[in-house]
């Protein structure tokens, strides 16, 4: 069965598989001054919606696939990778991200045909980060070589805890143990491109078992990690048992103090904060996640992924939120009828998209630099939107935010609440813009010329 | 008739069922011809031709769908499936489905080859607006009372007959929804008699005419002088007032010179008609006939309600005017932003050109800034004349927690001195007297009425005990309801007590009340802090015996409708400098979004944008942001 679906494939290839040289660790990464290529370019997130398992604490658009359609999914994600390119009209994309669902079990042809289908269209170039999620279980370690032949240069693993116990409560279908094993694998395939993702506020988890983890993973990590607290979210089974009662996550005094924790412990160990949940050792950032908290274009491709890009193809002269068709059989049919699945475009006002700009940027450490800021808001100043305002001076003063000739960032502490200072943010933004609008419309009518 | 019938599509798509009305309907229909002619000739209606009356029942028992028909049925409207609380012309009424303001309209019907000339007025059932429904009762001479047949004779029943019956109405009482599944004529039929006293012969089932019961006619003379009585009015903004009058006799015509008996100032009648519903003139309107006029008036106040109008030249003794609707809740109003203060002072003037039950003050307050204290017939009539400031004018505002009149009697010479008399009244808690300067506090009470299923009578009896009310009356109505009477101090039930009723009773109890007059009560002023400072706008009145535990329901609504920041805040009762209740709202820690990739923006803006709409609606105290809901929910008990 496999190896039939294996020829198929490579028939379904054209020129054969693109090979990577070499990857140097860290690519080029531009700091964002060159706003030619705020439509030139863009990254490129490709969902796969399949898992063998549900988990626990999961409500992200995933299925449980019931039969092999690699075959077709491949056909869809070429076609629609296609369409959009096209639509987008850029010349080059910068970075490529397979998530899911568990991309890892999709075959290592899939992956290479949608690079092939990329680089086919426009400039892709060797050293473009290319990430696979990765679920830690043996067989995802199995295939990781097949997959770096396919392109992958950067894996990200899914390893969420070094607890058998607490995998089993989550959901994972992979233990500890495995999980180490697959870290090794990768580090020996792509090192210095490995990053591990683990979760805590976990149920009945302790501040000193989170450390003494954290620890432990310390000694196995590559350089860069990506540290989320558990959400409970609705729908989820672990929501369900924690509102009745049969399970309990850490009260937010604990998460708080565990995240604190975690943050100054990897800086001992040399990882920087670049970004509320991301860390990295030797500068081993994500560029495909630094280019969404940088407001840059992305194209979504597969069920349910999202876009954030100007149709230029179609004439389109302002940037859109598009979503693809969220259930993978209904978007496969799509895809066949008409090249994609996009289900729901909206476009985005100029205010909508400094709102995403500065929500996103804010996440990052370095926050937004004045010249950042300066190319999607050339008329308005970081300093002429948040330098007045009362409430936005009191986070200066209390230290949670800075303002300075470098940008807009949150303080240490700032980080950690961010949320709760964003609305004044946005507050400002939408008021300073509409002021803007207001006195421009005034200067017109007052001298016509 | 089988045609006839057959023809009748039934209405049936209000939010009740109607199929009783339904009934009333095709039994009318063969006695109705549609002949309304384009020119009306109103001589030819005699006050024996006129029949004025009003609809008067307890919430949703059917009144302005019963309205709605007759205004189908004598072709004062197109019979359209959309007809629905066509009287009910404000937003605010149809999304609640109440009627908040008295509607007139004149209808035309044949009965036994005669026209006869109906004036319809629709009246609220809630209790606040009773003000409105004894105005409309003035100007009828019958009543149809109606009891939904399911849910049998409520509070407002209760409170609408006896309004009716001290203006010595003609009282006929109609059953509604007969048809309805769990619908008991019978009982309620029996409900009526022993209440109110009416014969069980005399009740009307909706499927039978009831325009031929109404024997009673206008008590008015085309041959007397011209005399109306004003019973409503209404601010155009290019007409002036419009005045809603009911002639007791005489007739009045399009340049007559009017009085007004009140003012003394004499007015040119510029235009006139009848109202069906919408105002359809006329040239003239004659004795024993409803309908309005438009003669010049700049002001509502020229148009009192209650007042007499005479021909400039016959003067004539006034008409008993009724009292003015006195203001029972009061509480603060502001702009969310003081930029928005001219615009907010338009809205209420405007608004309250048409409600001259409510009372307008100035205030001012250090958090809140320039703003007003108004004074009002009730809690939903504060809520509704809000809910018309947002939909109407645009206009957002923060209000303040309600309070009532408190009476207090000076012991100070200077303060007697200063304010001109012994006993004055306190409508802002933050002017509260202290004790050392004051005789005795008075407490506002009223006489209260609780119509329920027995099943209830424990619940509600500690209900009531929990709000120093002290029960005055309770009979069996029939085997199952009970009829209670309580005197409540009006403070403990202006704010939640009504909606607690209602929720303890799965909605089966009603209430409705009266004035009682005044009551010494040991009363003492509370002071709400956030962070250590007083807030002026929470600080409330509390009987003594109550402080502390009102106190702590504060600081605890406090807790649940602050939104948690980034510091931590100290909600706090004193009583003085006596702090007698405190709770805290921690501060966030951590407070940020753990994944925000590229499928996760659009989410978190929704989130974002939400946030930032509830922040506007916030207002900054101190460094603390209260939403401006919470001014007005602190007060709401858990019971």
């Known amino acids: 069965m496999i190896s039939r679906t294996l020829h198929a494939l490579t028939r379904a290839l054209s020129p054969g598989l693109r090979r990577l040289s070499h990857v140097s660790s860290g690519g080029p990464i531009e700091d964002g001054s060159d706003s030619a290529h705020l439509t030139g370019h863009a990254s490129l997130y490709v969902h796969w919606p399949y898992c063998l398992r549900r988990c626990s604490y999961c409500n992200f658009n995933k299925y449980i696939s019931r039969e092999n359609n690699d075959v077709m999914m491949t056909e869809c994600l070429r076609r629609e990778t296609d369409a959009l390119l096209q639509l987008s009209q850029v010349s080059c994309v910068t970075s490529v991200f397979f998530g899911g669902g568990t991309p890892s079990l999709a075959h290592p042809l899939t992956i290479a045909a949608v690079l092939e289908t990329v680089a086919g269209r426009v400039s892709l170039s060797d050293e473009a980060e290319v990430t696979l999620e990765v679920n830690p279980t043996p067989e995802g370690k199995s295939r990781l070589e097949e997959f770096c032949v396919a392109g992958v240069n950067r894996f990200s693993i899914g390893v969420q805890s070094l607890q058998d116990e607490d995998l089993k409560i989550l959901g994972r279908d992979h233990s500890s143990h495995q999980a180490l094993q697959t870290i090794e694998e990768a580090r020996r395939l792509r090192p210095g491109r490995v990053s591990v993702d683990v979760m805590f506020g976990r149920p009945e988890q302790s501040v000193e078992s989170w450390e003494s983890e954290l620890s432990e993973l310390l000694k196995v990590c590559d350089d860069h990690v990506s540290l989320y607290q558990l959400t409970l979210e609705r729908g989820t089974q672990l929501f369900r048992r924690v509102q009745g009662g049969e399970a309990s996550v850490p009260a937010e005094d604990v998460t708080a103090e565990m995240y604190q924790r975690a943050r100054t412990t990897l800086h001992q160990h040399g990882f920087l904060q670049y970004e509320v949940s991301n860390f990295a050792r030797h500068n081993a950032v994500s560029h495909h996640n630094m280019s969404y908290w940088r407001g840059r274009q992305y194209i979504g491709v597969g069920p349910g992924a999202h876009g954030r890009f100007v149709p230029l193809g179609e004439g389109g002269v302002d940037r859109e939120a598009r979503t693809q068709t969220l259930e993978p059989d209904v978007w496969i049919r799509e895809v066949q009828q008409r090249g994609h699945g996009t289900r729901r475009r909206i476009r985005l006002g100029h205010l909508e998209l400094l709102e995403e700009v500065l929500v996103m940027g804010m996440r990052m450490t370095e926050g937004i630099n004045h010249k950042h800021w300066q190319m999607f808001s050339p008329q308005l100043g970081l300093r002429e939107v948040f330098g007045t305002s009362a409430e936005v001076r009191e986070f200066l003063q209390s230290g949670r935010l800075v303002l300075d000739d470098r940008g807009l960032r949150c303080s240490w502490d700032g980080l950690a609440v961010l949320d709760s200072m964003l609305p004044a943010l946005l507050v400002e933004l939408e008021r300073e813009t509409s002021r803007k609008l207001q006195s421009d419309e005034q200067r017109e009518r007052s001298d016509p010329r | ?639």
């Not at chain 2, 095709?26 to 006695?31: G, L, S, T």
């Not at chain 2, 028992?61 to 007809?83: F, Q």
């Not at chain 2, 509607?103 to 003000?131: C, K, M, R, W």
């Not at chain 2, 009145?541 to 602050?562: F, N, P, Q, T, W």
């Open chain 2, 1 to 639: 008739d089988d045609a006839m019938c057959g023809s009748v599509p039934a209405p049936n798509r209000n939010r009740q069922t109607v199929a009783g009305v339904a009934d009333i309907d095709i039994d009318i229909n063969r006695f109705l011809s549609f002949c309304v002619k384009e020119s009306i000739d109103l001589s030819k209606f005699p006050a024996d031709r006129i029949r004025n009356f009003c609809i008067i029942a307890h919430i949703d028992h059917g009144k302005s769908t019963l309205a709605d028909r007759l205004l189908e049925m004598t072709g004062a409207i197109a019979k359209t499936e959309k007809n629905k609380q066509v009287l009910d012309k404000l937003q605010v009424e149809r999304e609640r489905g109440i009627t908040v303001k008295a509607q007139t309209a004149s209808l035309f019907y044949s009965h036994e080859g005669e026209q006869y000339l109906l004036n319809l007025i629709d009246t609220p059932g809630h209790v606040d607006f009773s003000y409105e429904v004894s105005r409309s009762i003035s100007a009828c001479q019958g009543v149809l009372l109606i009891v939904d047949a399911n849910q049998g004779v409520q509070a407002q029943t209760v409170a609408n007959f006896y309004l009716a019956f001290e203006a010595q109405l003609a009282i006929i009482p109609v059953i509604n929804k007969i048809d309805l599944k769990n619908a008991d004529p019978e009982r309620v039929e029996s409900q009526i008699e022993k209440v109110f006293d009416i014969p069980r012969e005399e009740c009307i089932r909706v499927s039978q005419t009831f325009f031929h019961h109404c024997v009673l006619r206008p008590a008015a003379s085309i041959d007397d002088p011209f005399k109306a009585l004003v019973f409503d009015s209404n601010f155009d903004h290019y007409r002036g007032v419009v005045a809603n009058i009911a002639l007791f006799g005489g007739q009045v015509r399009k340049g007559d010179r009017i009085v007004s008996a009140h003012l003394g100032k004499t007015y040119e009648v510029n235009e006139l008609g009848l109202l069906r519903p919408d105002e359809h003139p006329t040239q003239k309107l004659f004795a024993g006939q409803v309908g309005y006029i438009i003669a010049g008036m700049k002001d509502v106040k020229e148009a009192q309600i209650g007042d007499t109008l005479y021909l400039q030249e016959q003067p004539v003794e006034s008409l008993p005017g009724f009292k003015p609707a006195k203001a029972m809740v009061f509480a603060g109003m502001y702009p969310m932003d003081q930029s928005e203060y001219p615009g907010l002072r338009s809205a209420i003037e405007r608004l309250t050109l048409n409600d001259s039950s409510v009372t307008v003050q100035r205030d001012s307050s250090l958090a809140l800034g320039a703003g007003w204290r108004l004074g009002f017939l009730g809690l939903l009539h504060m809520e509704v004349f809000n809910q018309r400031l947002e939909q109407e004018y645009n206009a957002s505002v923060i209000v303040t927690a309600p309070t009532v009149p408190y009476k207090a009697i000076l012991s100070s010479t200077r303060l007697i001195k200063e304010h001109g008399s012994e006993e004055i009244t306190i409508v802002n808690p933050a002017q509260f007297p202290d004790k050392s300067v004051v005789s005795e506090y008075l407490e506002p009470m009223v006489f209260g009425t609780i119509l329920a299923p027995d099943a209830y009578t424990g619940k509600i009896m500690t209900l009531c005990l929990n709000r120093r009310a002290i029960q005055k009356n309770m009979v069996y109505i029939d085997d199952q309801r009970v009829m209670m009477k309580y005197l409540f101090p009006l403070n403990e039930i202006v704010v939640d007590f009504y909606d607690l009723l209602k929720s303890m009773s799965s909605g089966y109890a009603s209430f409705d009340y009266e004035n009682a007059g005044y009551q010494a009560a040991d009363l003492i002023k509370m002071d709400i802090l956030l962070n250590g400072r007083p807030v002026e706008e929470l600080t409330t009145i509390v009987h003594r015996d109550r402080a502390y535990s009102s106190g702590k329901a504060m600081c605890e609504r406090l807790k649940d409708s602050i939104p948690r920041q980034m510091f931590e805040i100290a909600v706090q009762a004193a009583i003085g400098s006596k702090v007698i209740a405190r709770e805290t709202i921690k501060a966030y820690r951590k407070n940020v979004l753990a994944k925000c990739y590229g499928g996760d923006i659009t989410r978190k803006m929704k989130l974002l944008k939400k946030q930032v709409e509830g922040k506007k609606k916030m207002r900054l105290i101190g460094n603390v942001q209260v939403p401006k809901d919470a001014f007005i929910d602190v007060l709401k008990r858990k019971d």
